[in-house]
C-alpha cells in the first residue's frame, strides 16, 4: 500500500481503516487530501482481501470540518469548476463496490457531512455534531449535500439545515435517519469494526450488487429500480457464493464466501 500524507491507511484482517490526518485543520478537505482518498479508494478496489472500508477523522474533535476553506480564498468560478471536474472523492466512495462506513468521532460538517452521506452507513459517537453550513460561507453544498442529504433525511430537514447552517447533535441526527447508530465515544471504534467484520464476512458479490441495487432506488423510477433489482439477482446465481451460500445452509454449516 502506498504511503500517503494526509491519509493514514492500515488493513485490520478484512477491513481497511482510511484515517484522515489533518487534525490541526479539524481533517479539512483539501484538495491533496480528496485526491490521496481517491487513490487509496482505488487501491483497495484492487486489494481482494479487503472487503469493507471505513472513513474516520484523526484526533478526537472532527472527522472532517468541511472543505479547506484557505483554498476557497480568491478562488474564481472557473477555477472551482476544474477542481470538481472529474472523478470526487465523493463518487469515488459512492460507487466503490464494496461497503464503505463512515465512523463519525466529531464535528461532521459541510464537505464531511457530505463525505459520510456519500457512505453505506454512518456510525457516530454520541459526541459527534452535523450540518451543512456552507450557508455561512456565502455558498452552498457542492460535494452532493443537497441531494444525498434531501434522499436520506427528506425535503423538509435538509432545507432546514441547508438553509440555517445549523449544528445539529448525534442525538438529532440520528432520530432524522442521518445516522444509523450512534454509541458512545470510547466504544466508537470497537463498535464500528464489530458491524464492518460483521459486514465483511457476507459474499462480497452479493454486497457488491446489493449496493448497487439500493443505490438505484433513489437514481430511477420504481419500475426501472425492481427491473435493476431483478436482474442484479438474477446475477447472484453466477455466483460461487451463491452456491456456497445455499449449500452451507443446507448442511447446516457457516459459509465461506470467496468473492467469486
Ligand atoms: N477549512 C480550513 N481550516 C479549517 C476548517 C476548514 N473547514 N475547519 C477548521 N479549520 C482550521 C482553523 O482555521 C484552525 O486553524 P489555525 O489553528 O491555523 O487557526 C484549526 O482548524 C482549528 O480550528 P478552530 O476553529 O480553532 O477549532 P474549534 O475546535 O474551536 O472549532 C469548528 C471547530 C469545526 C467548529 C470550526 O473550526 C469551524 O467552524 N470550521 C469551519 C466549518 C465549516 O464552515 N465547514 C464548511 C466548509 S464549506
Known amino acids: 500500500m502506498s504511503s500517503y500524507e494526509t491519509l493514514l491507511v492500515e488493513r485490520r484482517g478484512r477491513v481497511a481503516l482510511i484515517t484522515i490526518n489533518r487534525p490541526e485543520k479539524r481533517n479539512a478537505l483539501n484538495i ?7 487513490a487509496a479508494l482505488e487501491e483497495l478496489h484492487a486489494d481482494e482481501q479487503v472487503r469493507v472500508v471505513v472513513f474516520t ?20 468560478a472557473l477555477t472551482q469548476r476544474d477542481v470538481m471536474t472529474g472523478r470526487s472523492l465523493f463518487t469515488a466512495i459512492d460507487t466503490f463496490p464494496k461497503p464503505v462506513i463512515a465512523m ?14 456519500a457512505c453505506d452507513l454512518r456510525i457516530a459517537s454520541e459526541t459527534a455534531s452535523f450540518g451543512q453550513p456552507e450557508i455561512n460561507l456565502g455558498i452552498i453544498p457542492g ?18 439545515m441547508i438553509l440555517t447552517g445549523d449544528i445539529i447533535d448525534a442525538k438529532t441526527a440520528f432520530k432524522l435517519g442521518l445516522v444509523n447508530l450512534i454509541v458512545p465515544a470510547a466504544e466508537l471504534e470497537a463498535r464500528t469494526m464489530e458491524m464492518a467484520n460483521r459486514i465483511a464476512e457476507k459474499s462480497p458479490v452479493a454486497l457488491r450488487l446489493a449496493k448497487e441495487a439500493v443505490k438505484t432506488a433513489s437514481r430511477a ?12 439477482f438474477a446475477l447472484c446465481f453466477s455466483s460461487e457464493d451463491k452456491d456456497e451460500g445455499v449449500s452451507a445452509f443446507l448442511e447446516k454449516r457457516k459459509p465461506e464466501f470467496k468473492g467469486r
Do not use: P, S
Open 32 to 38: 491533496q487530501t480528496r485526491q490521496e482518498g481517491a
Open 104 to 117: 463519525v468521532n466529531g464535528y461532521c460538517l459541510g464537505g464531511g457531512c457530505e463525505l459520510a452521506l
Open 221 to 232: 423510477t420504481l419500475d426501472e429500480g425492481l427491473r435493476r433489482e431483478m436482474d442484479l
Open 57 to 76: 477523522g484523526a484526533g478526537d474533535k472532527a472527522f472532517i470540518a468541511g472543505a479547506d476553506i484557505a483554498e476557497f480564498a480568491g478562488r474564481t
Open 143 to 160: 460535494g452532493g449535500g443537497t441531494q444525498r442529504l434531501t434522499h436520506l433525511v427528506g425535503e423538509g430537514k435538509a432545507m432546514e
